[in-house]
């Protein structure tokens, strides 16, 4: 009797950073596998696979959640957004001006959580900003840089909506 891999195979359309695409998954390939191999969107990290570190995160229909965890059949009437596609997010740009990248290799965690975090929570203490990022590590412990970033585009939004609406 002759085995073939060929039924392992299903392929499902992902919607990822506003584009659907039809990917080839098996049953037990997580969205982070998917993402990173089969769609070339690498900025997701791999690191602990057992959602322990946030490097992985991605934000599935706007909330963030870790892609190690998440099989990619699961995924797929989901909304997905990668750091690929909050590269032109104020987010981005703050993390930037303020150093908050060290290593580098946790930043996309960070932003997409903190994009997250700014867009469901646009007046967010500081509190609430340790509670959001708490799920994600730094080994190169620049947390102060991470939070000082967020607290930048927190402002930058809060002005913004006071000149829209003045008095």
């Known amino acids: 009797m002759k085995l073939s891999n060929r039924d392992l195979f299903t392929v499902i359309p992902l919607l990822v950073n506003g584009r659907t695409q039809h990917v080839k998954v098996r ?25 322990d570190c946030g490097a992985c995160d991605v934000l599935v229909n706007g909330k963030p959640m870790h892609s190690c965890l998440l099989l990619a059949v699961e995924a797929r009437q989901m909304n997905i957004t990668t750091v690929e596609g909050l590269k032109d997010s104020p ?27 700014v867009t469901t929570h646009p007046e967010a203490d500081d509190e609430l900003i340790k509670e959001w990022l708490r799920p994600n590590l730094c080994r190169c412990t620049g947390y102060q840089e991470i939070y000082d970033a967020v607290r930048s585009v927190l402002r930058t939004n809060q002005l913004e909506k006071t000149d829209e609406n003045p008095g």
Not at 36 to 50: F, P, V
Not at 97 to 109: K, L, N, R
């Open 27 to 51: 049953s037990a390939d997580t969205l982070l596998h998917v993402l990173r191999s089969e769609l070339g969107l690498t900025g997701t990290k791999m690191a602990c696979e057992n959602g």
């Open 91 to 117: 987010m981005v740009q703050a993390f930037v001006e303020h150093f908050a990248i060290q290593c580098g290799y946790c930043t996309p965690g960070f932003v997409v959580s903190s994009h997250a975090l």
